[in-house]
């Protein structure tokens, strides 16, 4: 047994891409669930210090991870283990760029197209969700951290995180392909703008009809 799964790793371990990645992330998905049907209301336990939450956390995934029985190498172990904590934890497959001090606004057009803004220049970046039900729960979080909620009955949030940063999140029925967010990091206006407006203020309800021109061209020229 342990003789063909290590040959099956082998082999898909040659497919980067393909089969091992997609084996990977249902494990991932099947593991996250896990950890939260298993800490429950400890994740919101705010009389939990920081570092004990995150250590059971990280014990809760590596006993999910372990009732798998999958082939893993210590990279991939890492990297599971790591990308489930961000998103139990954190902000998902966004935690890094939120604390890429040189960028400046994170924007996710639907689960696989995260762009980013960096010197004042738009960046595709290779960062993706699972699928809209992975970016509509990142959304759902931080929406509800600043006592907003964001449903089909208000599908549009603009606001303020606590630090000061604008977030924008818009799902359906408004949202076609997917959930989208937005977060623009506090301290930052736009060099090449100089009323400081943002791509997530163009999907305000104010925003005037040059500046929804604007995103559609954006959206066109990156999607294309």
Excluded at 71 to 92: H, K, N, T
């Amino acid at each position: 047994m342990t003789e063909t799964r290590f040959t099956r790793w082998q082999e898909m371990s040659r497919d980067p891409g393909g089969k091992r990645n997609a084996e990977l992330e249902d494990t991932k998905q099947r593991v996250h669930q896990a950890v939260i049907a298993e800490l429950g209301p400890l994740l919101f336990d705010e009389t939990l210090a920081e570092g004990d939450l995150r250590a059971k956390v990280q014990t809760s995934i590596q006993s999910a991870l372990a009732a798998e029985h999958l082939a893993i190498s210590a990279a991939e172990r890492q990297q599971v283990i790591a990308s489930i904590s961000a998103d139990v934890l954190g902000y998902g497959p966004i935690d890094p760029l939120l604390s890429d001090t040189s960028i400046t606004e994170v924007m996710c057009n639907g689960p696989h197209s995260v762009y980013v803004e960096r010197s004042g220049k738009i960046e595709k970046t290779n960062i993706v969700f699972y699928n809209e039900a992975h970016l509509r729960r990142i959304v759902d979080k931080i929406v509800s951290q600043i006592g907003r909620r964001i449903d089909e009955s208000t599908p549009m949030v603009d606001a303020r995180l606590p630090d000061g940063s604008r977030v924008n999140a818009v799902v359906s029925p408004l949202a076609i392909d997917g959930p989208f967010l937005t977060i623009r990091k506090s301290g930052f206006l736009r060099h090449h703008d100089p009323a400081g407006r943002t791509f997530s203020s163009m999907l305000c309800p104010r925003a005037n009809e040059r500046d929804c021109e604007r995103w559609d061209r954006f959206r066109k020229d990156h999607d294309a």
